[in-house]
């Protein structure tokens, strides 16, 4: 059975940074590009980065680029997220995703980020 257990989520105040984890199970997780979205308060799911099977390619949402850093270790079956700058506008449940539609999700973790 597929498992995707995030953890890491907080509040913090506008600036500061967090890291989110993302323990994977169930599947050949070095076979998978992998993925992290988020659900906003009253908003649709909403794709936030990507990561490929290496780790050398990644992707970013535009409006995260530059402060948030996706990564891996396929050694640990671990996804991670380095959320840095945050802001009001990044608070939201993240969810770690073998899909980029968020079908193939986790339960997710939250991040808040207010003063």
């Known amino acids: 059975v597929m498992q995707l257990l995030e953890s890491g989520g907080g509040l913090v105040q506008p600036g500061e940074s967090l890291r989110l984890s993302c323990a994977c199970s169930?599947?050949?997780?070095?076979?998978?590009?992998m993925y992290w979205v988020r659900q906003a308060p009253g908003k649709s799911l909403e794709w936030v980065s990507t990561?490929?099977?290496?780790?050398?390619?990644?992707d970013y949402v535009d409006s995260v680029k530059g402060r948030f850093t996706i990564s891996r270790d396929n050694s640990k079956n671990m996804l991670y997220l380095k959320l840095n700058g945050l802001k009001s506008e990044d608070t939201a449940m993240y969810y770690c995703?073998?899909?980029?539609?968020?079908?193939?999700r986790g339960q997710g973790t939250q991040v808040t980020v207010s003063s």
């Open positions: 169930g599947f050949d997780f070095g076979d998978y590009d």
């Open positions: 990561i490929g099977r290496s780790g050398i390619f990644k």
């Open positions: 995703s073998r899909d980029r539609e968020g079908t193939w």
